[in-house]
């Protein structure tokens, strides 16, 4: 039968100081005190939509110009707010395992850009990132932070000034491929579709061979990166879990540290 988690910063910094291979598996959560809503519960909604209908490529599919009006604030949001005490503690002990000679991975389900922009250098982006388009023709990927992304999107999006009565906006005006001139979309793995299989790669090697895991603001519900944490467990190994949830997601994991993990894990690496 297996314990329940506990919250002893103490303890989980002794198990910290030791492991040689540490992987923080990052959500939405993370970003969360950096003003970046999360996916599901309050805060998921975009408009009338909720965000995780419209990350689909059936969405795409059926209205294009919807999907990039969405995508065009989340960029806007993105680029404009800034790393939050969580990144920069993640970032910060990557630093001193490296001067260690100790190895330290963020692999992240978000596409927002800050855990390298706080100074995080191994990232693995599960989900692709908001700052890259790929042609829906050629396959051609960009890098483009341009802001607005083209010219029909300026003023789109933000749902405070929602204006429903506007036109849809024509598909030949939405943002093009600077090779093939085709229609791009943004950079993102949507439900149904396939991870980079390079990074999905790296990243269960990591977690076969951590010997700590680091669970931080996610609902652990979207696979495959929901049942990385579990495998660790499974193997024997800790995993911390950092969560506004008072509840674990797992009672396999060793500890569990409720509250905003700009707060918590700050506390916690010390
Ligand atoms: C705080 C906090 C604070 C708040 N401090 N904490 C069974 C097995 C395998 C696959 C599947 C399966 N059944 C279905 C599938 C397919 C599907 C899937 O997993 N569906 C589930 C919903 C069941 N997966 C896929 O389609 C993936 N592809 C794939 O598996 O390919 C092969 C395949 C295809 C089809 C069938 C079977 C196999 C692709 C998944 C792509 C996910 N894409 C999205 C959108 C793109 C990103 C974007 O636009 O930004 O990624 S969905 C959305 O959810 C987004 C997120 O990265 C992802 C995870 O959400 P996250 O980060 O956990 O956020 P929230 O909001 O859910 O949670 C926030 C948490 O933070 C909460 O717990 C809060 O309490 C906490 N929190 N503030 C600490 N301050
Ligand atoms: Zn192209």
């Known amino acids: 039968?297996?314990?329940?988690?506990?919250?002893?910063?103490?303890?989980?910094?002794?198990?910290?100081?030791?492991?040689?291979?540490?992987?923080?598996?990052?959500?939405?959560?993370?970003?969360?005190?950096?003003?970046?809503?999360?996916?599901r519960g309050a805060g998921g909604l975009w408009r009338t939509h909720r965000a995780t209908d419209l990350a689909t490529p059936t969405?795409?599919?059926?209205?294009?110009?919807l999907v990039w009006e969405f995508y065009h604030y989340r960029r806007e949001v993105a680029f404009s707010c800034q790393p939050n005490n969580a990144h920069k503690a993640?970032?910060?002990?990557?630093?001193?395992?490296?001067?260690q000679g100790r190895q330290f991975w963020v692999i992240t389900q978000n596409v927002d850009g800050l855990h390298k922009r706080a100074g995080?250098?191994?990232?693995?982006?599960?989900?692709?990132?908001?700052?890259?388009?790929i042609c829906t023709k050629c396959r051609h990927i960009d890098v483009n932070r341009e802001s607005p992304i083209c010219e029909a999107l300026r003023g789109r999006g933000d749902p405070a000034k929602a204006d429903e009565t506007l036109p849809i906006i024509p598909l030949n005006e939405l943002p093009k491929c600077s090779k093939c001139k085709g229609l791009?979309?943004?950079?993102?793995?949507?439900?149904?579709e396939n991870l980079d299989p390079d990074v999905l790669d790296k990243s269960r090697?990591?977690?076969?061979?951590?010997?700590?895991?680091?669970v931080i603001g996610t609902s652990s519900v979207v696979y495959p990166a929901a049942m990385f944490a579990p495998m660790v467990a499974e193997r024997?190994?800790?995993v911390a879990e950092f969560n506004l949830n008072e509840d674990p997601f797992d009672d396999g994991f060793c500890f569990h540290f409720s509250g905003p993990c700009g707060t918590?894990?700050?506390?916690?690496?010390?």
């Open 264 to 270: 918590t894990l700050p506390k916690a690496l010390g």
């Open 184 to 192: 791009v979309r943004p950079y993102i793995v949507w439900f149904g």
């Open 59 to 65: 969405a795409f599919k059926a209205n294009p110009a």
């Open 1 to 39: 039968m297996s314990k329940r988690p506990i919250s002893d910063y103490n303890e989980f910094q002794k198990i910290i100081g030791q492991a040689q291979n540490i992987v923080a598996l990052t959500g939405a959560g993370v970003s969360a005190e950096s003003g970046i809503p999360v996916f």
């Open 236 to 238: 024997g190994k800790p």
């Open 90 to 99: 993640l970032a910060k002990y990557e630093k001193l395992c490296k001067e």
């Open 120 to 133: 995080s250098e191994n990232i693995l982006e599960l989900h692709g990132c908001l700052e890259k388009v």
């Open 205 to 214: 090697d990591l977690v076969e061979t951590c010997d700590l895991c680091l």
